[in-house]
């Protein structure tokens, strides 16, 4: 230490200049200093130190090892969706460590990065004012994805049987693993075998694309036994009507070729009201031809003299791509069109009819 620091701290400490008084003054500030640069390091340390990789299980369930060969004992077992943090990585394996402190290796091909799992999130929370569109069921396992595509990231399966809520469709190329990518051209284009997704969100919250030929709708058999043919892709209670001590409801339903790969969610709308006399469902309203986009809206609107009605409104594209909305309200048994301020009505392509369906 200088003269003149030593001088000037003993001053101020009121303290002479002795031998003794020098000695402590060097181990004072000796000490200092030793605290101050293990505080350094330590803190250095901290912000150097390697984030946890965080991994989840994106397979039914998979068994974890207690190393990597080919005799190995089992030591627990993770599930899908579960979490774990990634300790160290082989060859094709990794050791992970589960929330409950299990540590083990597994497959790297049976889990997915923490990106994918928030992607999912991401896509959940920019999905959820959605308005659902069907119900259904799947008709066996199956993996949910991020987006439309047989080779596109997964996370969450679906057990056969399980419950969903549909909300959007899309059309995606068909894929098989394996299957070299071809670079695009017209004939390609032509013979490319196109699938339906939908989107969906199962029991637990979990929303993502799924091959829409894995999930059975469970559209009502009373109308669903009149589609003649096509497949439907949306349906809706419009209200419900008194038929002795029983309520009956009346559904809105858009139907689609029964083929994968159309250019519109649906091309034929179809209103199912009830006759009471006859205690039947009627095709009170058809109409065909229709370049239908998902979502279909279904409300209810006061139309002064004739009351608070059931309405519901179809979003139609035009041949240049744009989309135009149509509103319909029905009176039973008679649906018309609501027209905005300014729309002129155009040639009906409806085909209005109180049948028997």
């Known amino acids: ?69 080919t005799v190995y004992d089992k030591v627990g077992i993770v599930k899908n969706g579960d979490r774990v943090e990634v300790l160290e990585r082989e060859r094709r394996f990794v050791r992970v460590r589960t929330d409950s402190g299990l540590e083990g290796w597994v497959e790297q091909r049976y889990v997915v990065p923490q990106e994918v799992y928030d992607a999912f999130q991401k896509l959940a929370q920019q999905e959820q004012s959605d308005g659902l569109q ?42 098989l693993p394996g299957a070299p990518t071809q670079p695009a051209n017209n004939e390609t284009a032509k013979s490319a075998i196109r699938e339906d997704w939908w989107l969906i969100r199962d029991p637990q919250g979990h929303m993502g694309w799924v091959l829409a030929r894995m999930v059975d709708l469970d559209a009502p058999l009373e109308i669903a036994q009149y589609a003649e043919g096509q497949r439907i892709v949306a349906f809706f209670v419009l209200d419900q009507v008194n038929d002795g001590d ?27 009201t009830w006759n009471v006399r006859r205690h039947r469902y009627e095709t009170a309203y058809r109409e065909h031809n229709l370049n239908g986009v998902l979502p279909i809206t279904v ?27 149509r509103k319909y309200k029905l009176n039973t048994p008679i649906v018309r069109r609501v027209l905005a301020p300014g729309e002129q009505p155009n040639k009906p392509a409806a085909k209005k009819a109180r049948r028997n369906p």
């Not at 139907?255 to 994968?260: H, I, M």
């Not at 409300?299 to 139609?316: I, S």
């Open 1 to 69: 230490m200088p003269r003149k620091v030593r001088s000037r701290l003993l001053q101020q400490l009121n303290i002479e200049p002795s031998a003794t008084a020098l000695y402590w003054l060097v181990s004072f500030a000796r000490k200092c200093a030793c605290v101050l640069l293990a505080a350094t390091s330590f803190s250095a340390c901290g912000r150097h130190k390697k984030a946890a990789e965080i991994n989840y299980v994106s397979v039914p369930q998979a068994v974890l090892r207690d190393r990597v060969a």
């Open 299 to 325: 409300a209810q609107e006061n139309f002064e003299k004739e009351g608070m009605l059931p309405v519901f409104v179809l979003r139609v594209k035009d041949e240049d791509g744009n989309v135009s909305e």
């Open 246 to 272: 029983k309520k009956v409801p009346q559904y809105l339903v858009a139907l689609t070729e029964s083929k994968d790969g159309m250019p519109f969610d649906y091309n034929q709308v179809r209103v199912f």
């Open 134 to 175: 069907a119900s259904g069921t799947t008709r066996n396992d199956t993996n949910i994805h991020l987006e439309p595509g047989r080779e596109t990231e997964h996370l969450y399966q679906l057990n056969q049987g399980t419950k969903v809520s549909i909300f959007k469709r899309a059309v995606a190329e068909k894929m």
